[in-house]
């Protein structure tokens, strides 16, 4: 079974601008976790998602949104971009049947310049 | 609000020897989850073990095993048989298990753990 896939793999772009990540879950997984991990830290989490609906938020500015679509794929918008955005974008997902482990993917590395 | 830490930021360990690495967390809850995740170089996130709050037994997979002390709040990860491919960063990780709390993943800072021929 493939995993949890993520797209881009990586990202440049400059501040102010917006940016859009993806994530498409495993098959039969129906949540969706994203966290930022700065170089150096442990991941910090953003956004939980089960069956399209938001189900927990991190401590995040309103600039982070994220949605799930109807095949439980999800996106990470982060708008206006700042220098400090510059991070590693992990997604996971889980089912409930499997204990809710969260399982990652490979991440996608955004650096703002 | 849980909290975890990983008090050892480096480790080594030569090859084919046994390594543990700690964990403590801070929590007011009786039902949780425990993981040790691991990030090679690559940065991808891989889960490494398990354990729930509620089993008294340790959890064990291959050459990895913990040493769980639920009283102490202490996870520990013990690495058996150290092969290069262990070199990584590993994370220690809570979750709980009330759906109020989202089920997020609480991190500790990570130990990176270098395994020397």
């Known amino acids: 079974d493939a995993g949890v896939t993520q797209s881009p793999t990586h990202l440049i772009k400059t501040r102010g601008q917006q940016v859009t990540l993806r994530c498409s879950p495993i098959s039969g997984h129906k949540s969706v976790s994203w966290y930022q991990q700065v170089l150096g830290q442990g991941p910090q989490f953003i956004f939980q998602?089960?069956?399209?609906?938001?189900?927990g938020r991190g401590n995040f500015p309103d600039r982070f949104s994220a949605r799930q679509f109807p095949n439980y794929s999800s996106e990470l918008n982060v708008n206006a971009l700042l220098l400090g955005d510059s991070a590693l974008y992990l997604c996971?997902?889980?089912?409930?049947?499997?204990?809710?482990?969260?399982?990652f993917g490979p991440g996608t590395r955004l650096l703002v310049l | 609000a849980q909290t975890v830490t990983q008090s050892q930021p480096e480790m080594s360990v030569q090859e084919a020897e046994t390594v543990t690495l700690s964990c403590t967390y801070d929590t007011s809850e009786s039902d949780y989850y425990l993981f040790w995740y691991k990030q090679p170089p690559s940065r991808q996130m891989i889960l490494v073990i398990r354990?729930?709050?509620?089993k008294q037994q340790n959890a064990t997979e291959n050459r990895f095993s913990v040493n769980f002390q639920k009283a102490a709040k202490s996870f520990s990860l013990k690495i058996s048989d150290s092969q290069l491919g262990d070199a990584a960063m590993y994370f220690c990780a809570y979750r709980s298990s009330f759906a109020g709390n989202n089920r997020k993943l609480i991190w500790g800072l990570g130990t990176s753990l270098a395994v020397n021929p």
């Open positions: 998602y089960y069956e399209k609906e938001e189900r």
């Open positions: 996971a997902s889980s089912s409930r049947t499997g204990g809710e482990t969260q399982y």
């Open positions: 354990q729930e709050a509620y």
